[in-house]
């Protein structure tokens, strides 16, 4: 069974800055399309930046120019550099396949909170 594991969560003030962190069982992070995703409270998931095979990356509107996708294929990681951060940012963040793999169940994610 395939896993995802995030990290790199927590509580910052509004204008800080966190870098999230994803690893997946095998080499699920460098064969695949991947995505970051979000949770807010009372919202669907929603996928909020993705980077292809070949490194080609899109974002959500909301986020575009504060939030950077990358991944590390000899480390078969993938982080999120979220920057500006907003209150509306505040979700649990999680990473899957973008496609996503639906028969592949989502990780425990990492809580993000904005606020001051």
């Known amino acids: 069974q395939v896993q995802f594991v995030e990290s790199g969560g927590g509580l910052v003030q509004p204008g800080g800055s966190l870098r999230l962190s994803c690893t997946a069982s095998?080499?699920?992070?460098?064969?695949?399309?991947m995505g970051w995703y979000r949770q807010a409270p009372g919202k669907q998931r929603e996928l909020v930046a993705g980077i292809t095979t070949g490194g080609r990356t899109n974002y959500v509107e909301s986020v575009q120019g504060r939030f950077s996708i990358s991944r590390n294929n000899a480390r078969n990681t993938l982080d999120l550099q979220m920057n500006s951060l907003k209150p509306e940012d505040t979700a649990v963040y999680y990473c899957?396949?973008?496609?996503?793999?639906?028969?592949?169940?989502w990780g425990q994610g990492t809580q993000v909170t904005v606020s001051s």
């Open positions: 095998g080499t699920i992070v460098s064969s695949y399309g």
């Open positions: 899957h396949t973008h496609p996503r793999f639906a028969m592949w169940t």
